[in-house]
């Protein structure tokens, strides 16, 4: 079993409208101090595989398939058990 | 300046639609051996503030009225400098 994280963002220069708008609530609701919004999207999955380098391909692939849109996004692959990055929500 | 990142999942028991639709897609496309999806949202924020209690003060309170919705949801606040979680996409 493997948990991956994938983290998706947007390309340099791609217009995030989603952060924008929420800049935009966020300025009407008095917070003006706020100078940028991104907003980044992340999938876990919990695959049932033996081998690491499977996983990392399968997920690569997964990602060009389905999860992201080349044409607009970045994506990173983490595999979670070697970050120790704390616990997720 | 102050760059923070709310992390936002569901709350335990809270349906993830999102993520079991893309496990159905995931499994549709041949990749049976995914177990469990789960969708987390992120945003980045860059905020002009001096004080880094005021910032948490101002993000929890941004958390609480505009951006998470307190009934299904989870939020973490955390601040980037403090992490050196490598870069970001």
Redesign the interface.
Known sequence: ?FEVQI????KKGISDPE?AN?LK??HL?G?N?????????????????KNRDTVKK?VD??CQ???TNPVIH???INFKEQQD?GK??
């Open positions: 079993m983290k998706i963002g947007l952060g929420t609530a966020l609701l917070f101090t706020v100078k940028e919004v991104k907003t980044i999207r992340i999938i876990d999955l919990i695959i049932d595989e399968k692939e997964m398939r389905l999860l970045t994506y990173e990055k997720m929500i």
